[in-house]
């Protein structure tokens, strides 16, 4: 195919993501970002393949993960940075019930790539509460999400694919897809939370979900795994670690509050009576709907004006996956899944269903 122009808004993991597949694809590239993110910069990056009220996997974590991985890892080559970290995570389990589904699972061939079999030693782990054991997942990683961001913002600039700046609205012509005076082929918006703030699928069910976590320093909570319960803890290294996350709805606020560190605070002493020193709480806004999918696709009125958004909290596993997906869309025609198309939004009359 020939090679086409495509402008990207936003240059978070989607538009990253997305960026560096049609790259690969032959096409070129225009992203337009300006510099500040408090969405993928701030995210912990970390990708735990399984659901844990009824431990079960995640959806589509098969593909997503083998596509995760293969793409994190080439992307250290291209940006010359660390940014895969290969981590066990420590299950704390919460009930008998809970328990019990794991022990079934552990035996089931699809599950035990992810479910390693509860030991006598994971029975009586004593680096923190146990009253109904715990247990460890295989398979998982972090992405460290600012290396991330910052790395590829400055990759897309030494090569002349980046306008740092604010997206200007004036500037764009979505009719003859024109910005700043130059014409590109396709467009697509990437902007995550603030969609909203742009006419172009405003309609759509992406929501604001403000998410907190905070960094301490301890000598007494265990590096080697990532304990989960409550809160994840993610070992960042030198006795530093990452406590989250806060859920918030609808709350596109940036400020740190006292109430969502005491939040944290409590969740990780159901993990144990650890001493600790905060040292800093951070803020971010992801961008969520409502069914837990994200929402890829075309505007049902402009021609070659698409969205990639809603990655969740599941983003750094499932965004590379959807690039690829998005792009065969684009450029081949390629139905998109139903669960993450846009057309779940609209009736045959183009009329939003929200």
């Not at 701030?42 to 596509?67: H, Q, T, Y």
Request: aromatic letters at 12%.
């Amino acid at each position: 195919m020939e090679s086409q122009h495509v402008l990207i808004i936003g240059a978070g993991l989607a538009g990253t993501c997305l960026a560096h597949q049609l790259i690969a694809n032959g096409h070129r590239v225009q992203l337009v970002d300006r510099g500040i993110n408090h969405s993928t910069a701030v995210a912990a990056g970390m990708v735990n393949p399984m659901v844990f009220r009824r431990m079960n996997k995640s959806w589509r974590l098969d593909e997503f993960m083998i596509d995760a991985r293969n793409y994190y890892l080439q992307l250290e080559q291209v940006l010359d940075s660390k940014l895969f970290h290969p981590i066990v995570i420590r299950r704390m389990l919460s009930s008998e019930q809970e328990r019990n589904y794991w022990l079934d699972r552990q035996k089931t061939p699809e599950f035990q790539t992810y479910l390693s079999e509860i030991t006598p030693a994971d029975e009586s782990y004593s680096r923190a509460h146990n009253q109904f054991g715990s247990g460890r997942l295989k398979s998982c990683f972090w992405v460290d999400a600012k290396a991330y961001y910052e790395h590829n913002l400055d990759y897309f600039e030494r090569k002349g694919s980046l306008l740092k700046e604010d997206f200007d609205l004036s500037s764009f012509d979505e009719i003859n897809l024109n910005y700043n005076g130059k014409t590109y082929d396709k467009v697509v918006f990437a902007v995550g939370y603030q969609q909203m703030n742009t006419p172009f699928f405003k309609e759509l069910p992406i929501q604001q979900t403000k998410g907190q976590s905070i960094r301490v320093h301890s000598k007494e909570i265990p590096e080697n795994e990532s304990l989960n319960r409550k809160c994840f803890v993610l070992p960042l290294g030198n006795n530093v670690f990452r406590i989250g996350a806060t859920y918030e709805w609808d709350n596109p606020d940036l400020t740190p509050t006292e109430e969502a560190k005491k939040e944290l605070m409590d969740h990780l002493s159901v993990l144990g009576s650890y001493s600790y020193e905060i040292i800093d709480q951070q803020v971010g806004v992801r961008p969520t709907v409502l069914d837990r999918r994200p929402i890829l696709g075309a505007h049902h009125s402009i021609k070659n004006l698409y969205l990639f958004n809603g990655l969740g909290t599941k983003g750094y596993l499932m965004a590379p996956t959807l690039a690829r997906e998005l792009a065969d869309f684009m450029f081949e025609g390629i139905p998109l899944d139903k669960e993450i198309s846009i057309e779940r939004f609209y009736s045959k009359s183009n009329v939003p269903i929200v």
